[in-house]
């Protein structure tokens, strides 16, 4: 009637026909089982009355009445959500801990004649796994970054190496931030514990015996952290360097950040971030291109004066051996695929140790 989460690359929850989280809106909001759907049980208001009542009044009158929640919050999705369902349905229910809310959900849902079964320990076993793997373990993968200065379109490139045949993982496009003091999205970030999920996600769907390449990242991305297991592996990673002219960078620049172009307000305020960086006059310099629409001058200004000075001192203290670079003219679209041609082979040549550990 339960069952164990294993090694999370097992993905025991990836045989059930559906995942239920039924846990309350904000906790699956930060972080769920990959594919699971949101039934929740309790309310955010629901859970935190019934919380209240157990800690002040009475644990028993906080369970009659959080029974009494369950079943017509139960009844509700029953309804609204799962009466296409057929006889031979298997879902894979779970909660906080496999407890109350998850065990309460799968009796009816088993009342039915449904195949049920709890996810032993509930969310928390998952995110016990994930943890294991990324803070108490060796990451299985040996790496390969893809480095380059600001501006020479490496995840753009990503994808194109994946539709070559190559191993990726896009750790920007995973954390929504475009790892820059102006790389914020309007879709805002993950929380912390989302990033990793979905992190261990994209790396269970990898072929450990075959190199991943990654783009050089800081330890930061945005706010949120690389989990330990990554960022050593990516410290002593080879590094493949992509290289361009400044006119090319800062033509791609105004091209890929062209949303925030698009947000004057919010420019002026992010290029007000960088006054300890590079001081007030080159601030107001900025600022002052970014009122002209001066889009590819005021790229070209943030890589020299900012981004590729930023480099050069992270560069100092990056040990990890260039195994290979390649210089591109242009950055423009129809560019790019054959610089991903020419990047493959370029990584396909990159020797590294048989195992990671």
């Known amino acids: ?110 009342q039915i004649g449904w195949r049920v079964e709890v996810l032993e320990g509930g969310y928390r076993s998952y995110r016990r796994a994930v943890v294991d793997s990324f803070y108490d373990a060796v990451l299985p993968f040996r790496l390969i970054r893809l480095d380059g200065n600001t501006g020479t379109a490496k995840t753009e490139l990503l994808p ?20 820059s003091i102006l790389g914020a999205r309007a879709a805002g970030q993950p929380s912390q514990k989302g990033f990793e999920t979905a992190l261990a996600e994209a790396l269970r769907l990898l072929d450990p015996a075959w190199p991943v390449v990654v783009e050089a990242e800081s330890s930061r991305i945005g706010a949120l952290r690389l989990p330990p297991a990554l960022w050593t592996a990516m410290t002593v990673a080879p590094r493949v360097v992509v290289r361009a002219p400044v006119a090319a960078r800062a033509a791609y620049l105004a091209r890929a950040y062209a949303d925030l172009l698009a947000e004057p307000e919010q420019l002026m305020a992010l290029l007000a971030h960088l006054r300890p960086h590079v001081g007030s006059d080159r601030v107001t310099q900025l600022q002052a291109l970014a009122a002209a629409s001066d889009w590819q001058t005021l790229a070209a200004d943030l890589v020299q004066h900012h981004y590729d000075p930023a480099y050069a001192r992270a560069r100092n203290r990056d040990d990890a051996p260039v195994a290979g670079q390649i210089a591109a003219d242009g950055l423009d679209e129809a560019d790019l695929p054959g610089l991903a041609d020419r990047l493959a082979l370029v990584i396909a040549e990159v020797r590294l140790p048989v195992s990671a550990a």
């Open 1 to 110: 009637m339960s069952v164990e989460i294993g090694d999370i690359r097992d993905a025991v929850w990836r045989g059930f026909d559906e995942v239920i989280d039924v846990r309350a809106p904000a906790e699956y909001a930060e972080d769920h089982v990959p594919g699971a759907i949101s039934l929740p049980v309790l309310s955010d208001a629901e859970r935190a009355r019934v919380g209240t009542i157990y800690k002040q009044d009475s644990p028993f009158d906080a369970r009659k009445i959080g029974a009494a929640l369950v079943a017509r919050n139960t009844a509700r999705h029953i309804e609204e959500h799962l009466m296409d369902r057929g006889g031979g349905w298997r879902p894979l229910v779970y909660c906080w801990r496999g407890g109350q809310r998850s065990g309460s959900f799968a009796t009816i849902l088993r």
């Open 160 to 179: 194109l190496l994946a539709a070559r045949g190559v191993q990726v993982v896009d750790l920007e496009g995973l954390a929504g931030h475009r790892g």
